[in-house]
């Protein structure tokens, strides 16, 4: 990978690298880190990583560094405590993404990371499971699990709409 | 199986209806109401009762299979709903799928409360972005070596001992072995028939500087015959060297090149080692008119310089070798920028603190 598609790699990515930890470790400062972290080996083995891959390579990165991170933390902050907007939603949101938002931050750790890949990034199972080393079929089986939680936490679409 | 007869003629009536006799049983059984035809009325009353299949096949048993996801704890009408919205049923189970939900509003609202929990990226930008980009290029082992390759050479060029031109006729060797000592000599002065040279070093042995000194007006001279070692060899040959008298200050080793700037030069169709390499020089690295060679002096400064300018082509780099001069045109210090590396040295001092 030259210098320009890392360059380029950084304008397109970085963005949904750091939200994708922001939104699991709900930490703005560590996420920032987690994701400069990951860029930074990205560059360090720009020259062995191939463009078209870089994008899986930093989310892979991202997903480990984040696991690590948590693991060392051991901290399980949960998610209302934390005002939506100290994290920089500009965006007022509506009752369902609010209500959708809560019900993010109380997935496991395992679910809320496949759901966010999938929906956030549209990667299929496969890539999902080489993200985060599972099978492809416990990925599948925590993106059900996490869409009937979701569902029956956000209720009945009659109260929503 | 038992015998047939009167007191259990029933259970083989029953096993000849569901097909389970074999063909002497049925001998059997046939023989059996020829003697009581009476009883060939109640086995056909008994087969009356037997149903028939038919052929109707349940319309729903496609969705009685197994599932596009058999999840534990999940309802099969929810892995249904989801694996809809996630794309993973076949074209013919998405079809008999989208069938149920027009035909079942309780489905239609379930799988619509599942498309609720699709979620869309946010406007969150990653802080600090621009410090993530690089700007400079990678390394490749050529360009590293590239650039060690012009640092030495830069490097060569400000510890290299130089010739001062203020002391042409004094040559200093500081190379010489130390049991030897180093000793300045003196050449005579150039005469108009003297040939242009110039003793870039030359040596002494210890001691002998006392009686060269003391017999420093001695004009003797030596015509040194030199043995044709390289390609300026034949040039050199033509010159003779002039040193005090060898007795007295014998010469152990002494380097001689032409001295370009005042010579005359060679004929047009013989150009020596150094003319040479400059014609190239201005022709190939600086892209000059190569006639300036029998104009100007080779100046390694030029060479460095190219050298540097050259890099900077071919790795984007921005090196800069920067010269300061006095104000006899001579180099008073250099200067060399990169990212790596930010040097400034003198390489002579000015006039005025030389003593």
Not at chain 1, 148 to 159: D, N, R, T, W
Not at chain 2, 129 to 150: F, M
Not at chain 2, 229 to 247: C, F, G, H, K, V
């Amino acid at each position: 990978m030259t210098v320009n598609e890392y360059n380029y790699c950084v304008n397109q990515h970085a963005d949904a690298v750091y939200r994708f930890v922001l939104k699991n470790i709900r930490d703005r400062e560590k996420a920032r880190d987690l994701v400069q972290d990951s860029f930074e080996k990205l560059w360090i083995n720009v020259r062995e990583v191939v463009a078209e891959k870089a994008k899986s390579y930093l989310f892979t990165t991202a997903y480990h560094k984040m696991i690590d991170q948590t693991r060392a933390d051991k901290r399980t902050a949960a998610w209302e405590e934390v005002n939506m907007n100290r994290l920089g939603h500009s965006e007022h949101y509506s009752d369902l993404m609010e209500k959708l938002n809560e019900g993010i931050s109380r997935l496991p750790a395992d679910q809320r990371s496949v759901i966010m890949l999938r929906d956030y990034e549209g990667y299929s199972y496969k890539e999902i499971a080489d993200i985060t080393s599972l099978s492809e079929v416990q990925v599948k089986v925590y993106i059900y699990r996490a869409r009937v939680f979701l569902k029956e936490y956000i209720g009945s679409i009659e109260a929503l709409v | 199986m038992e015998s047939l007869s009167e007191k259990n003629y029933e259970i083989w009536f029953l096993d000849y209806l569901d097909g389970r006799l074999g063909e002497a049983e049925v001998n059997r059984l046939l023989d059996f109401l020829e003697l009581h035809p009476q009883l060939k009325d109640e086995l056909r009353d008994l087969g009356a009762f037997t149903l028939d299949p038919g052929t109707d096949k349940y319309p729903g048993k496609e969705d009685l299979l197994a599932g596009p996801s058999d999840i534990p704890g999940i309802a099969r009408d929810d892995r249904f709903c989801i694996a809809r919205m996630e794309s993973d049923l076949t074209p013919s189970e998405t079809e008999a799928f989208d069938r149920r939900l027009e035909q079942e509003p309780g489905l239609d609202r379930r799988y619509k409360g599942f498309l609720l929990t699709r979620l869309t990226p946010e406007p969150i930008a990653c802080p600090g972005k621009k410090e993530l980009r690089h700007n400079t290029r990678v390394l490749a082992p050529w360009i590293i070596t590239a650039v060690s390759a012009a640092a030495l050479f830069i490097l060569a060029l400000i510890l290299w001992p130089r010739p001062d031109s203020n002391q042409r006729d004094v040559a200093v060797n500081p190379a010489v072995p130390a049991e030897t000592g180093t000793e300045e000599i003196l050449v005579p002065e150039k005469t108009e028939t003297e040939p242009h040279v110039q003793i870039l070093s030359a040596a002494v042995p210890k001691g002998v500087s006392a009686q060269h000194e003391a017999s420093s007006g001695s004009t003797d001279t030596l015509t040194r015959d030199f043995t044709p070692m390289n390609a300026l060899s034949p040039y050199l040959r033509e010159y003779e060297i002039r040193i005090p008298d060898p007795t007295k200050s014998p010469v152990l080793f002494a380097m001689v090149i032409p001295d370009t700037e005042n010579s005359t030069g060679p004929d047009d169709e013989y150009l020596s080692l150094s003319q040479v390499a400059l014609k190239l020089f201005r022709e190939k690295i600086l892209g000059e008119d190569p006639e300036r060679v029998r104009e100007t002096r080779f100046s390694i400064w030029e060479v460095a310089g190219a050298g540097v300018d050259r890099i900077n082509k071919l790795t984007g780099s921005e090196m800069k070798l920067a010269r300061e001069y006095d104000n006899n045109g001579q180099v008073m210090a250099i200067s060399f920028n990169s990212r790596l590396f930010d040097v400034a040295t003198p390489v002579r001092l000015p006039e005025n603190k030389q003593d």
